[in-house]
């Protein structure tokens, strides 16, 4: 029996016990100083260069073209996230070097990566996996699923995991809610979930490959998993309805 066989098998047991002694999650805890105090470390200072790749160089020029002159700092979500694909964080370097890109103090830079929860200043993993916490996903079982993501990863909650393949995190509503319980690993999100998908995703992922992302229970969308229960008709022509003058 493979290692990923008898892991089902033993979620498979537990879970009864899983369902019925619901853990009681927080926000996890985070210190102030990572929310929004920089200090140096050996990885992460002013002094380790950071440069564009040719390409990406020319993705922001191209970008900050479409700002009138003096609203180049405008680009900046955009110049940030081309940072954060290019080496999956924002270390204290780029943000330096995309303030002097868009001739911005480095305080518009810092206020910005501090503001948005995506931002990344820390190393999250190659795959960064966000599991939702709220309501809806939680009454469908999002507890069970965070045990899953973190057996799978072998990661706890707030954590990377040894490989530095994934980092295991709890989130606020995805905006999936009609497909809870919902997993986000880093653009793609993966709904409808329960625990064989979860494995089976990680597993992939492990292997090398990008599973494929959307509902796992079959589902096209958000549609009734029984079938369509309205809009069953084909809708009616362009100008259905109107006064014929109108037409
Ligand atoms: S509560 Fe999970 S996506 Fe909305």
Redesign the pocket.
Known sequence: MSLLQRKILNLKTSLPNVIYSRKLYTTPHRFSELLLVHRDTKENNPKIPFQFTDANMKRIQALVQNYPAGSERSAISMVMDIVQRQIGWIPISAQHKVAELLSIPRIRVYEWVTFYSMCKRVYRGKFHVKI?K????MLRG?DVIVQAVEDATRCTVGGISGDSLFAVDLVE?????A????IAIDDDYYEDLNVYDVYNIIQTLKCGLIPPAGPQNGRYAAEPICGLTSLLTCPPEPGHGLQSCFK
């Open positions: 939702c709220c309501l809806p996903c999002s509503c995805q905006g999936a809610c497909n809870a319980p919902v």
